[in-house]
């Protein structure tokens, strides 16, 4: 985006333009916000969002991430009449394979949290649990957990269509020009200094995901936000693949896949990944990912692979996103570190950051998540560690 794109002034700046940041713009301009700039250093979406594997859902093991989930799900369930975009929505239901004890007791206490919320997830046994998804070898299983309603779609779709809507609300997006610092005199934001000039401004939403630890710190916020590389694969087709293949998790390993064109998309986290911004893809996983293979899946042992990419996970010490408005300096909002939830939660962010700008009660209660609670003086017992971090 050349200089001359670029306004001079804006009443609120976005940076980072992936769902996050894009949902955050769309509501805040539809509100009636006016001159709502967002700042994405490359093309929208080009960072975590594109390279989401694209689940959706609403199991989760803390009632504010339930919340964003449904609500976002909600989202995605409409987002064809909503916005005019196709995202390819399956509701395929996620499906959590489960071979431990605690495992199990655990997953029991968050379904019914969950069916307190109006999640219809459920406890299911190995029988059904792999009619749902008949690749799996069920050896070792104890039990699953599974809801209908969750499922994938295609997160660039997703991009297009708050883009588009973003823009038709009078957002201006401001692609290829990467936000460097925030500025700030006597403890108030007064612009973003971008690689094409300063836009002054009296606020700053912070949608930057695994970059967003420095931008906070140009303005004196902590924001314990580490990049950690995620790889994921997608299959050579399949034989028989059934396009209602759910989303398979198989928990203690987190390997997992969906359907995905004629094939299986699917990844594992890597034990040994270090953190820091690596994008190219590295083979060290592979070993491991092949033996939870063999074991789980045999029948894809053999299934040769068609291509593959890796993103970052914006990781924080409990796995929790992080929500709120910054108390050192006025005004600075953030919306980040949701360690690889930030995409299906995208939807409902937006209106929350919409909210917190406006000053109304946010439409779900996201103080639980402020970045306050990483802070000296806060209690650690009080954190609550996601535990679905798939």
């Known amino acids: 985006m050349p200089p001359a794109a670029l306004p001079s002034r804006a009443s609120v700046v976005v940076v980072g333009g992936g769902v996050v940041g894009l949902s955050t713009a769309y509501h805040l301009a539809r509100a009636g916000v006016r001159d709502v700039v967002l700042l994405e250093k490359d093309e929208l979406g080009c960072g975590s969002t594109c390279k989401a594997a694209g689940g959706v859902r609403a199991q989760f093991s803390d009632a504010v991430n339930v919340e964003l989930g449904a609500r976002s799900l909600r989202t995605f369930e409409t987002f064809a009449e909503t916005f005019g975009q196709d995202i390819d929505l399956h509701q395929v239901g996620y499906l959590f394979l489960l071979d431990d004890e605690e495992h199990v007791a655990a997953f029991e206490a968050n379904v019914a949290l969950q069916n307190d919320l109006g999640v219809p997830s459920r406890m299911i046994d190995v029988a059904e649990a792999r009619a749902l998804s008949p690749m799996i070898d069920p050896t070792g299983l104890l039990a699953a957990a599974w809801s209908p309603t969750d499922g994938h779609c295609t997160p660039e779709s997703v991009v297009a269509g708050y883009a588009r809507a973003a823009r038709a609300a009078g957002a201006c997006l401001v692609r290829r020009c990467a936000a460097l610092e925030v500025l700030s005199e006597g403890g108030v934001v007064t612009g973003v200094r971008t690689e094409h000039g300063v836009v002054a401004t009296d606020t700053v939403v912070c949608a930057a995901g695994a970059w967003s630890r420095d931008l906070a710190a140009s303005v004196g916020v902590d924001l314990p936000v580490t990049p950690l590389r995620r790889q994921i694969l997608v299959t050579e087709p399949v034989p028989g693949v059934d396009p209602r293949t759910p989303f398979t998790i198989d928990f203690a390993s987190s390997f997992y896949f969906h359907h995905e064109g004629q094939g299986l998309l699917l990844g594992m986290s890597d034990p040994d990944e270090t953190p820091g911004f690596k994008l190219g893809r590295g083979e ?39 929500i709120g408005e910054a108390e050192g300096v006025s005004r600075f909002l953030y919306a980040t570190g949701f360690s690889g939830h930030g995409f299906l939660m995208g939807p409902a962010v937006g209106e929350v950051v919409r909210d917190l700008y406006l000053g109304r009660d946010p439409v779900v209660d996201v103080s639980a998540l402020s970045a306050t609670r990483f802070s000296a003086s806060a209690d650690p017992a009080a954190l609550r560690p996601e535990l679905n971090i798939v």
Do not use: F, K
């Open 284 to 322: 060290e996983w592979l070993p491991g990912l092949a033996e939870v293979i063999e074991r789980r899946t045999p029948g894809l042992a053999d299934v040769g692979i068609a291509s593959g990419w890796a993103g970052l996970y914006e990781m924080t010490p409990d796995h929790n996103g992080l």
